[in-house]
């Protein structure tokens, strides 16, 4: 535990967070914003909150059933996300999402 520890907004919220590597097993390093990386094969895996991040990134204005699906993570939490103010999601595809069985 010697390593300098920068403040993390989000570190009262990790979700799923990885400890070990996927590929050779070793520990995992929080790079920040729900990513992990690797030092033993530079290896990145990502927490919950680090899939849904990328992959709102990548599609802007993507609904949270959408998000639901790619990413595999719940709609409850990914909802927590967006309120917690991590996510830029719009607020109509939240609504959206929502009334989407009628
Ligand atoms: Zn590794």
């Given at each position: 535990?010697g390593?300098?520890?920068?403040?993390?907004p989000?570190?009262?919220?990790?979700y799923?967070?990885?400890l070990?590597?996927d590929r050779?097993?070793?520990?995992?390093?929080?790079?920040g914003i729900?990513e992990?990386k690797?030092?033993?094969c530079?290896y990145?895996?990502y927490?919950a909150?680090g899939?849904?991040?990328?992959?709102v990134?990548r599609?802007?204005?993507?609904?949270v059933l959408k998000?639901?699906?790619?990413?595999g993570?719940?709609r409850k939490?990914i909802?927590?996300?967006v309120k917690?103010?991590?996510?830029?999601?719009?607020a109509?595809?939240?609504?959206?999402?929502?009334?989407?069985?009628?």
């Open positions: 535990m390593d300098l520890k920068l403040p993390d989000f570190e009262d919220e990790i799923d967070r990885p070990l590597c050779c097993g070793k520990m995992l390093k929080y790079m729900g992990y690797c030092e033993a530079g990145t895996q927490d909150y899939l849904v991040r990328n992959y990134e599609n802007p204005g993507v609904n998000v639901e699906k790619v990413t993570v719940s939490v909802n927590g996300m917690a103010g991590k996510l830029d999601i719009k109509g595809s939240m609504k959206l999402a929502e009334e989407m069985h009628d």
